[in-house]
Structures are given as C-alpha cells and as structure tokens.
C-alpha cells in the first residue's frame, strides 16, 4: 500500500489519508499476528495448506478493500470487498461505473493488487519467506498454482518460486517499457503492464485499451496477454535456451490453434455481415478479444455486443476454458479440453473394441487415470456450479445471456460482462445477492475449485 500512498502524496489526491489509515491497520495487524502467536507445532500438511490458502485470499481481500472504504465516503462495503476480490483474483469485474473519476492511489492500487495475485499471493511468500520452505512449501505450492500437475523448476519450491516471479518481473519491465514507446503516459503505462501481465483487465481508462485507439498499444498489450496465458514453466525453459519447450508442447500448440481457428470464425462473421469495411480492424478486433477473453484478461478495444449473437455464444465457450494450466490464467483451462477430447476419443473406440486397453497421452506422456477422473470431475464440478450462479443471477431478474455470461466471467476470472455488465455497464448494478454469488465464483474459479469447495465438505473437519 506504500506504493499509491507515494502516488497520492505526488499527486495531491484525496486517497492519501485512506491510503494511511489502511497501512496502520494492515500493519498493527500483521504485528500482532507475528509477534503475538505462538504455534505449538511448525508443521504443514496438506490439510492446513488448503485452509491456509483459501483463508489468505479471503482474507486478504479484506484488507485490500480498506482504501476503497476509507477513501471513498459513499462506498459500500459488499461493493469494495467485490473490488478487492475481483483485483486480488484478477478478475477484473469492476463496480464502478467511471474509474477515470477515482484517485491515481486507488487506481495503481486496483492494478498492483492484481499484479500480486496474478501469479499468486502464497507463491510470492514461498519467494521471500525461507520459513515457508522447510515443511509444507510444496503444500502450498500445489494448493494455489493452478494446473492438473505441477513441475518444481529447481530442487526447493523457493527457487521455483523464484524462477517463475523472475519470468513476470521481466515480461512486466518489457512491456512497461515498449507501452511507454507508444501514446501512454508514464503511470497509465504502469498501470496497464499490471493489468495485462497478470491477465487482470483493470484499466485507467473507461473504454478500456480502446480509449487510447492506437494499433501500436492494441498488438503491445495483446502480446502479453498472450505471453500471460501461456505456462510460465515453458516460457522459464525458453529463456534457459529450451527452444523446444514450447513448439513440441501439445498444449500450447492447442491453444494457437483455437485462437487462429476463434479469430477467423469472428472475422468471417464480421464480413458476410457487414459490420467492418476496415479488414485490418477486422482482423485486430476479433484476435484481440478472443487472446483477451482466454487469458481472462478481459481488456476491450471496441464494443463486442455489437457483433452478434454468434460472437457472444463464442466467447462463452472460449471463456468456460481459457487458456494454459500453469499461466496467471483462470478457467477450465486447455490442458483439461484435450484431455477430455481424447479420454471421450478413447471411450468410443472401447464401443467397438471393449477389450482394449487405451491411455491418454499428453506430450507423449500418459495421463494417469487418476489424472483423468479428477478433470472430469472438475469440468462436472465447474458446469455445476456456473449452472447454479446463472439461476441465481435469473432469479434476481436478469436475462439468460447476461446471466451465464457475468457468471461465466467470475467463474473463469474474466471480467466481462453482456447487458447490464457489458461494455458500457458495470458490475455495480447486479444485485447484493448476485454480488456475493460472483465473489464466492471468483474465489473458487481463482482456486481451481478443490482447494476451496473442499474445506465445506464435513470430512475436512473430522480427522
């Protein structure tokens, strides 16, 4: 928090006693808990790794909404903890309805919140907190970093740690710095590299990337939101001179080829309808917001509702899975799609071949099936609960689309909306019980769902 507290201090904003009395409280908090418990024991196991972690993200989302209370008099509570949420999960759903009006401090403060939980709040701690390491880093680990397995890069999960938040730090830095190349000025350009590298969405601006309706910003930002979306254990492995990792990658391949096939189905549709005589906007538009809407980044160069019916079904699609495990991503993610198509693949050659024993394999090595019921539990999991966010939304008087699409968008960490939520809407109108339904999807689609669903099941609690 010190960082927009200096903005505002350099800015003479009206954040700046929020901003301070937010730091006294974050930190009187902290102390008392470092200096005022002491543990019986120092062991973490998997069972206090999974509470642990869900606690900190809710939690912490308390704490981040302090300088959205304390600096803006007419705020309601659920409204800033949805804020706080929506930043720390990156998801970018916003309930304010002109950000241009807020504060320099909150505004660098929507950002960095998400830049923090992009790649992960724990997994930040595990890099600066050597304590962590010794018993139950891996616990931790495997708790937050989303994906269906997870690969350490060095032999202590702090180095991995480390590895993965020297590849965001550097990615951060390029883009701060190609943005400030183009027409950006010096805190907007900081402010978008935040949002874009961890695939966030918040903007400085309320249209969006579009504000600026430069070409040159629109292909900075939508390389890295790509390079967000892809595994950061690949692009580590890359940067070692691993030239390989990513084009012998099964999955990264996938994922080009849904993008490419995505981007041409809209520009086609965009044609034979008329609504783009520029085809170079029409090529742009489209791969910017499918790249946008996968990596659940959620920025928007121009208003997508305008295209059609078909585009909005799409997108939902493209949302439901995302893109790369392993990436600051969120959704389905592609990794479970292939698995899913190929398990199905396997299931009707057994129709006609029941005897046969056949295996999934993914960059040549087999799934285990262990691997493989847990995804479809999770994709099972993951449509039930975005059928039981749209009812609710439905109940509280809002249409189909715009209901799956909003639930869509929390589940999946997007931050789009259609309707009521869409480009010229905002979060601020749906209803207090559809906000707690979204902050409860965000969490859990923050989570990769176990970790958090697991901890309401009786079985947690009884050992």
Known sequence: ????????????????????????ITVVAGMCMAFGIKPRYSDLATREAILLTSLVWLIFSLFGMLPFVFSLPDIRIIDAYFEAVSGFTTTGASIFTDVESLP??????????????????????????????????????????????????????????????????????????LLLLGPMETFDALCQTLSTVSTGGFSTKNSSIGWWDSTYISYVVLLFMFLGSVNFQLLYRFGHGDFKALYKNDIFKCYIAVILTSSALIVFS??????????????????????SGMSSTGFAISNYEQWGQFTIVLFIILMFFGACAGSTTSGAKIDRLIVLIKNTRNEFYRIIHPNSITTVRVNNKVVPNEAVNKIIAFLAIFVMILAICTIILTLCGYSFI??????????????????????DGSFFYVADVGKITLIFAMIAGRLELFTFLVIFTKYFWVK
Not at 157 to 171: M, R
Not at 270 to 291: E, M, N, R, T, W
């Open 1 to 24: 928090m010190l960082f927009p507290f200096i903005t505002d201090i350099i800015t003479h904003d009206d954040s700046l006693k929020g901003f301070f009395m937010s730091i006294i």
């Open 104 to 177: 320099h401090g909150l505004l660098l403060w929507r950002s960095l919140m998400q830049w923090v939980g992009g790649m992960g709040i724990i997994l930040f701690t595990l890099a600066v907190l050597p304590m962590l390491n010794h018993k139950g880093g891996i616990q931790l680990f495997n708790a937050e970093v989303s994906g269906i397995t997870h690969d350490k890069l060095r032999p202590r999960i702090s180095q991995t740690a480390k590895g993965l938040w020297l590849v965001y730090i550097i990615i951060s830095i390029a883009e701060f710095v």
């Open 270 to 291: 965009l044609i034979i309808s008329g609504k783009y005589d520029d085809l170079h906007q029409a090529f742009l538009c489209p791969l910017f917001h499918v790249v």
């Open 402 to 423: 715009d209901s799956v699409f909003a639930s869509v968008s929390a589940l999946s960490n997007i931050g789009y909306g259609a309707g009521i939520t869409g480009f």
